[in-house]
């Protein structure tokens, strides 16, 4: 059996310098599929996916927020937690800039700006979890202690 190429992107580059031990999961993506499409095509708990979206707060500061791929953000309450006005979600054009990755592709890791990293608490609960790693229709499976190690995110319960 040939071995399959994993692409080489800013993602898995951080991953395998950070020496994480991680599993490919490419899948056929599906445009406006997200995590539902995902989780079906790679026969997981849609809950067990991790949506990477990128959010700006009221001084249009980009940040991103990881959440479980059936749940949504409650913006409302994510304000309240990092004390701001208001979130709204990154058009996707602003997205890739402060990123580098198109949406649907958009990884954690190896982003283009820096950027403070939310994540619901309840990721941590997981034993793995599928993430994106830098391209559309590719995540990996990687224990959440290690999206801990590497972003240092902090824990927000802001899933609804």
């Known amino acids: 059996m040939a071995k399959e190429k994993i692409p080489s992107t800013p993602a898995i580059r951080v991953l395998r310098k950070s020496g994480i031990t991680f599993t490919p999961r490419p899948y056929k993506y599906e445009d406006r ?6 989780a079906r095509e790679l026969n997981c708990d ?3 996916t ?6 700006e ?3 249009k500061k980009p940040f991103i927020i990881l959440m479980h791929g059936d749940m949504e953000v409650s913006t409302k309450e994510l304000a309240r937690e990092i004390g701001t006005k208001t979130v709204t979600p ?6 890739q800039k402060h990123t580098g990755y198109m ?3 958009t990884s954690p890791f ?3 700006k820096n950027m403070p990293i939310y994540m619901e608490e309840s990721i941590s609960d ?3 979890v599928l993430i994106n790693a830098g391209r559309r229709g590719f995540l990996v499976e990687i224990q959440p202690a290690e999206i801990v190690r590497i972003l240092d995110p902090i824990p927000v319960k802001v899933g609804i």
Request: charged share 20%; glycine share 16%.
């Open 33 to 38: 599929g997200g995590t539902k499409v995902a």
């Open 46 to 48: 849609e809950h067990q």
């Open 50 to 55: 991790v949506k990477t979206l990128v959010m």
């Open 57 to 59: 707060d009221a001084d």
């Open 90 to 95: 990154c058009d996707p054009q602003t997205a």
């Open 103 to 105: 949406v649907g592709g």
């Open 110 to 112: 190896g982003t283009r």
């Open 126 to 128: 997981l034993s793995t």
